[in-house]
């Protein structure tokens, strides 16, 4: 038997084919999204359409997608506008009124498991409310990019999971329940919610007859696909940073900076999301005219510190820190170090720093790392991967570059398939293991400590 994974995340979407019962990838395919965002579902639809004959070759599928975004439909399911995405920070100050308005950070945290910052569903409501009341009026129901692409696939009715809810805003991990005031308070009206499906149940069947998982949001997917245990933290280098770790309790962090989302087996998924990620290398990259490939070579012929040049990363405003209105900043510019290398190395360790603080809310908050894996288009940097023992602070483990939100799918898929408890037992991935340099402590110390300055400066 033969079961697809679906990852549509922001930049594209991947399509793997796996065997059911252990996972082997027997064929996999992408095509591109547009870029930008807010995005029409139609976009997703098309672009998945492109790998159709990959995905009527399975016998079932699940979708897993980028968390938050918003889908707002009429009485008769179409998109009353594009969907805003997880990515577009127009709701901040939807985000800060919602905050206040409605008891604060605490409660919000108590609540929904999130202090919701511009990526939250109920933030983009809101903004919709305020700026497009006609598209409010008219939205009947509320739906996420993966539910979306489910109901599309076949599913019957509007239907989501744990994870992808649990970023709403809307919905209480804790108590397993929709938070139908908060929804109403944010859209002036109440809307249709997908119903939550069970973990590993079927909730449909495609039109060539395979059965559709409830699928997820694409963090509690590459949790699934990695098949993560206790101890161990994952940082994901893709359009966004994310650093997350299983829980058996659900979080409530007040600060904002951990969201307590669920997962997708019935257990807990606290993350830290960075708005900058793999694009600080790639916009550095065009900057200096290189590749990805040269990038990661200049990077690592420069010395730690990149000759006192510093980088705080938040080219497109930032969610963790919450500075929706920030942008990127490059200190300690002088005639000696301003080369290739050391501005490959700059955006490398600004990179890692920011991925680093997102570890440390991580532990702040109760994850007890004993190992980091690093996975995510970013992670296929050889300068990210040397460097990043050296700037955590920790040994880091590196699983074999594979789609892993789409694997996670994949195997929820064949979970759905095999009518059991638990989600069938795929072998772990091949990984390498890298150890910090003890030579290199001072340096990376250094670096964090340069990054925090001027992180905390506020320029
Ligand atoms: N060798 C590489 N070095 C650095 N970045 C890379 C490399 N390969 C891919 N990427 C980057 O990874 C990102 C895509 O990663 P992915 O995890 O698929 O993200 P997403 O799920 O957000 O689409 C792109 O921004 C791409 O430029
Ligand atoms: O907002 C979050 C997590 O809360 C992001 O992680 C999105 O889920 C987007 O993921 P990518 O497109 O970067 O994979």
Redesign the pocket.
């Known amino acids: 038997m033969l079961v697809a994974g679906i990852?549509s995340?922001?930049?594209?979407v991947?399509v793997v084919l796996c065997r059911a019962e252990d996972g082997t990838v027997v064929a996999e395919a992408s095509a591109p999204h547009p870029d930008g965002t807010e995005c029409a579902p139609a976009h997703w639809w098309d672009a998945l359409g492109q790998l159709r004959e990959l995905l009527e070759r399975a016998d079932a599928v699940a979708v897993a997608a980028?968390q938050h975004g918003m889908v707002a439909l009429d009485e008769a399911g179409e998109p009353v506008r594009p969907a805003l995405l997880w990515n577009d920070v127009r709701s901040a100050p939807q985000a800060r009124a919602l905050v206040a308005g409605l008891g604060g950070p605490k409660t919000w945290a108590e609540r929904t498991g999130s202090v919701p910052v511009a990526s939250f569903t109920v933030t983009k409501l809101r903004w919709m409310a305020e700026h497009e009341p006609e598209n409010a009026r008219r939205t009947a129901a509320v739906l996420l990019p993966h539910d979306w692409l489910t109901w599309r696939l076949g599913a019957d009715g509007y239907v989501t999971d744990r994870g992808d809810a649990s970023g709403t805003g809307y919905w209480s991990p804790a108590e397993g329940r929709y938070l139908p005031d908060l929804l109403e308070a944010a859209l002036g009206h109440a809307a249709e919610t997908p119903r939550v499906a069970a973990p590993g149940a079927a909730v449909g069947e495609t039109p060539w007859g395979a059965p559709i998982a409830p699928g997820t949001g694409?963090n509690m997917g590459a949790a699934l696909g990695l098949g993560l245990r206790e101890g161990d933290v994952v940082v994901?280098?893709?359009?966004?940073g994310t650093a997350f770790a299983v829980a058996d309790t659900p979080a409530a962090d007040p600060t904002g900076a951990v969201a307590g989302f669920a997962d997708a087996t019935g257990r807990f998924l606290p993350l830290v999301c960075t708005l900058n990620a793999?694009?600080i290398?790639?916009s550095t990259a065009r900057m200096i005219g290189a590749d990805?490939?040269e990038?990661?070579r200049l990077a690592l012929a420069a010395g730690p510190g990149a000759g006192g040049l510093t980088f705080l990363p938040y080219l497109d405003g930032e969610r963790t820190p919450d500075r929706p209105d920030a942008t990127g900043v490059l200190a300690g510019m002088t005639t000696a170090n301003t080369d290739r290398e050391n501005l490959a190395r700059a955006a490398v360790e600004a990179l890692l720093c920011s991925l680093a603080d997102a570890v440390d809310h991580l532990a702040a908050h109760g994850a007890r790392p004993r190992r980091t894996l690093l996975?995510?288009?970013?992670a296929?940097?050889a300068a990210?991967r040397a460097l990043a023992p050296d700037v955590f602070g920790t040994p880091v483990t590196v699983p074999e570059p594979a789609?892993y939100?789409a694997l996670g799918a994949a195997r929820q898929a064949a979970w759905a398939l095999a009518g059991t408890p638990e989600p069938p037992a795929w072998p772990a991935p091949p990984a390498t293991d890298h150890e910090p340099d003890p030579g290199m402590a001072d340096a990376a110390r250094g670096v964090r400590a340069r990054y925090a300055e001027l992180r905390d400066k506020r320029v």
Do not use: F, N, P
């Open positions: 990852d995340s922001t930049q594209s991947k980028q694409d994901s280098i893709g359009t966004s793999a694009r290398l790639t990805l490939a990038l990661s996975i995510g288009g970013g296929r940097s990210v789609e939100v």
